[in-house]
């Protein structure tokens, strides 16, 4: 680090790197080497274990039996508590070179409480998950829960601990003083409530548990991986290879060197530390604060959160709580992300155009790095297509050989590709440091062939994620086989292309390597772990209580009933719940409590939000608590490495995230963003994802330049506020169309049936229904969105549940089980005196314009700005 910056920092390297430790793998390193090794013996085995479980093709079952999930994942647990005990110390000033005898006793004692689930299944399936527990087994889950939330206080802070134990105190008492009437209950009994938590499949050990273990720990173990490889340090050094000669260079660097370690990285806090200690010095030399540098690696580095295809493992537990495919999941999630980051980087660009900050070394042009970028993403497109073409044809001509033909030819790549980077130089990592003499930023030329070989595990999981269409275990269990191969045979490969004679000392360096990988795999991963099972009883209490349910409501009376402020109210409970959680957990908590409260409340005030809209919502809106004070983790952590102000910094990385806080909103008024609804399998679709990106990407810089008062030159309150404008008429077009023509054309409900009868197959049919609610007794209303099937009248009425009962006009029955309907009309009460009827029958108006017809005045008025700011433009706006 440099010797001139190293005065306004608060935190050496040696701190940095603890705080990264004590956040992500533990921060003890005991001075006893037996003990040390017991802790690396453990996380190794972990790996392993999951290594194991993972292998697709099981091998091993003709010799050992093959665990399901309910045998996994206690053994998931207890590796994870038992580990969390020996490297997270109970306070601040408890011994870090030692392990303290009570450690010793409560990872014993935990890790004995998760793997008598694994041990005792039969039995606890006679018992305890029949209704019938023993006391010894309500004792075994209460000390369980009472040392796993101690686990969540030392991995993860208090902030999962308190919000657990609230939930399990609102599950066991039900009512008191501090709890609102609408949310009110009997109360579980004591042995109830260990049952649903610790006993039952559910609760702790229920799905997002099953995700952490089937999934986010072989990503997990794939980035560390990659990253102990030499991966995170090539990346970050092709950024600034790029982008260092930019106006603000650094700051542009760190936004594509963040983006790109979020690939592989699961932790913002790690992100901000690991690209931070480069990036925020050289950012300070340049022209931005302390707080402005660490607020732009927070904001790029947060950012990583939301980018596919880990997304801080949300993705994984969002296949199973919405219940569609993870390329689906990407497919919604690629677009906001994609966008926001190039935001970012022109956010980044303007700070140096207002501040007229020099460039490292000689200027560039980001317009000319825009269009090189260009050429090379359609290069890489056109020969991942004609590599898509290649392997079918393959697999066409010679089925039984097409799997090993591939194999040979990806090893063949691999040996090319490390031979080519024996012929570079090694990636020095600290060649961005200043040691005083400046900075020699490394030339692009340089740089991109010295990691190509790193790039392949990627593209084995995009893949068999993308092309084969496998599971995220399967994919994931296959590059990471790939990333094993790599970390131990790169450095003799090397050595062998150079002539050098030590090939048989750099294969036992990448067996080193390989170990400590697969060590450090495993120590990112306890607070997962816990963070997960932890998450676990937020999860069992919803469903045991009426919070879920109730919560819509609650949310509703707050708001007067305006949408706009019941998103706003869900985006604050949101940050406010997520904050001090890891990404996994904390999208947990949100997404259980509020995911359903937004498209309930969307329903009433008829808007159908897609239930991956509302995911998202929620996801991104509890990423935000890294960010915004006063928890935000990573906002001190970047405090600590520039020296600046941590609240300064939090706010500042607030401001700069603004177009991540209003992403959410965008797509939950226009599901387009996110690819709802285009069938990126047809040509049309296609064209229409690149019009939507195009025209998004357009839409999110203009905003940016709104928000920082700068476009061509700066810009006075009008020009922001007509920025402001035309980028909402072009990322919500049909927001002015309603106004003056409506979308659905109403339709008498007593003529719902013919309705249904002359309707297009596949062509959607919206409803409004009224009638009771079934807690309240009030009335309440919803809108519902139906696909209208193939079949005659009689089929499509079965198809779509409604059954007409004609006792009063659009009277319903109540749905058949299974049918759409079912468990969407679940809190109408169809048994009351006033009956649930169909109020409007939706149907599309055909007469309706397009709605980008509104492009036009959008663009004439961004054409007034261009005019008006062109007068006073003093410098090139790229």
């Not at 159908?608 to 004070?629: K, N, S």
């Not at 990385?653 to 387009?672: H, Q």
């Not at 980028?727 to 169309?737: G, I, K, R, S």
Request: with cysteine.
């Amino acid at each position: 680090m440099t010797n001139s910056n190293e005065t306004d920092r608060q935190f050496t390297d040696d701190e940095l790197q603890d705080l990264v430790a004590s956040s992500d793998a533990g921060a003890r390193s005991p001075a006893s080497r037996s003990i040390a090794a017991l802790i690396a013996a453990v996380a190794l085995i972990w790996s392993l274990f999951q290594l194991w479980i993972a292998q697709p093709m099981l091998w091993f079952g003709g010799t050992f039996p093959v665990l399901n999930s309910s045998e996994t994942r206690p053994l998931h647990l207890a590796f994870a508590v038992f580990l969390a005990f020996f490297c997270y110390p109970a306070t601040k000033h408890s011994p870090r070179d030692r392990v303290p005898l009570t450690d010793w006793i409560m990872a014993l004692v935990a890790t004995g409480t998760a793997l008598y689930i694994f041990f005792f299944a039969d039995r606890l399936a006679d018992t305890a998950r029949s209704g019938l527990p023993t006391q010894t087994q309500v004792i075994i889950g209460a000390v369980g829960l009472v040392l796993l939330l101690e686990a969540s206080r030392r991995a993860l802070g208090p902030a999962l601990t308190i919000v657990g134990a609230i939930f399990l105190a609102y599950a066991y008492f039900g009512t008191g003083w501090l709890i609102p009437e609408l949310i009110e209950h009997e109360g579980l009994s004591f042995t109830s409530l260990i049952t649903a938590q610790w006993l039952d499949t559910a609760g702790v050990f229920g799905i997002p548990l099953g995700v952490s273990t089937a999934f986010v720990f072989l990503f997990v173990l794939f980035g560390s991986l990659l990253d102990k490889a030499g991966a995170g340090n090539y990346f970050i050094q092709l950024a600034f290879a790029g982008l260092g000669h930019l106006r603000g260079g650094p700051a542009k660097a760190a936004v594509v060197g963040s983006a790109m370690t979020g690939l592989i990285s699961g932790s913002s806090i790690a992100n901000v530390v690991t690209t931070g200690t480069f990036t925020i010095p050289l950012m300070k030399r340049v022209g931005f604060t302390n707080e402005q540098a660490g607020s732009v690696e927070v904001a790029s580095s947060v950012n990583g959160q939301i980018m596919p295809p880990v997304m801080g493992a949300a993705a994984f537990l969002m296949v199973e709580f919405i219940g569609i495919s993870y390329v689906e999941v990407i497919k919604h999630a690629f677009i906001p992300a994609v966008i926001s980051y190039i935001a970012l980087v022109y956010i980044v660009h303007l700070e140096a155009l207002k501040k007229d900050m020099p460039a490292l070394g000689v200027g560039s042009s980001l317009g000319r790095m825009a269009v090189n970028f260009a050429i090379g993403f359609a290069v890489f497109g056109f020969g991942f297509t004609a590599l898509i073409y290649l392997i079918n044809g393959l697999n066409a001509a010679l089925p039984g050989l097409a799997g090993p033909v591939a194999a040979i030819g990806l090893l063949a790549v691999y040996l090319w590709l490390v031979k080519v980077s024996a012929n570079q130089h090694e990636l020095d990592p600290s060649a961005l440091e200043d040691h005083g003499e400046g900075i020699a930023l490394p030339k692009v030329a340089d740089v991109w062939k010295t990691g190509l070989h790193y790039v392949l595990p990627i593209l084995v999981l995009v893949w068999f994620l993308m092309v084969e269409q496998q599971s995220p275990a399967k994919s994931a269990f296959y590059a990471t086989a790939l990333m094993l191969f790599i970390i131990v045979t790169q450095k003799p490969l090397k050595a062998l292309f150079r002539g050098e004679s030590r090939t048989g000392a750099a294969f036992n360096d990448g067996l080193v390597d390989l170990r400590e990988g697969l060590i450090a795999g495993a120590r990112n991963m306890i607070g997962i772990g816990v963070a997960t099972a932890a998450a676990g009883i937020i999860v069992a209490t919803v469903t045991k209580t009426p919070i879920g349910t109730e919560l819509a409501g609650l949310v509703e009376a707050l708001s007067f009933g305006n949408l706009f402020i019941m998103l706003l109210l869900v985006g604050v409970f949101s940050l406010i719940l997520g904050m001090g959680l890891p990404t996994t957990a904390n999208y947990i908590v949100v997404s259980s409590l509020m995911a359903s409260v937004v498209v309930s409340l969307g329903a009433q005030e008829g808007l159908i939000v897609p239930l991956i809209a509302a995911h998202l919502f929620v996801f991104y809106f509890g990423i935000m608590a890294d960010v915004t004070p006063p928890v935000g983790l990573a906002s001190f952590a970047a405090a600590a490495v520039s020296g600046g102000d941590p609240i300064k910094t939090g706010f500042t990385a607030f401001f700069y995230s603004l177009r991540t806080v209003a992403l959410p909103f965008l797509f939950i008024y226009n599901p387009t963003l996110i690819l709802y609804g285009v069938d990126l399998g047809t040509t049309g679709g296609i064209i229409q994802a690149i019009s939507v990106f195009f025209i998004a990407t357009i839409a999110m810089l203009l905003f940016a330049a709104a928000t920082q008062g700068y476009f061509l030159a700066k810009s006075n309150i009008f020009e922001s506020l007509m920025l402001l404008l035309v980028a909402f008429t072009l990322f919500v077009p049909n927001f002015w169309l309603d106004r003056i023509q409506p979308k659905f054309t109403v339709q008498d409900p007593a003529g719902f049936e013919q309705i249904l009868a002359d309707a297009q197959t596949g062509e959607k049919i919206r409803i409004k229904i009224a009638g009771p609610d079934f807690n309240t007794g009030d009335m309440a209303e919803t809108t519902l969105a139906l696909d209208v099937p193939e079949g005659d009248t009689a089929a499509r009425m079965n198809a779509t549940g409604v059954m007409l009962t004609g006792m009063a006009p659009g009277a319903i029955d109540e749905p058949m089980f299974g049918t759409p309907l079912q468990e969407k009309l679940a809190d109408f009460d169809f048994y009351a005196d006033k009956p649930v009827r169909i109020t409007e029958v939706l149907a599309p108006n055909a007469s309706r314009l397009p709605a980008q017809i509104f492009y036009i005045p959008a663009l004439l008025l961004l054409g007034l700005v261009i005019v008006l700011q062109r007068r006073r433009q003093t410098k090139p706006a790229f």
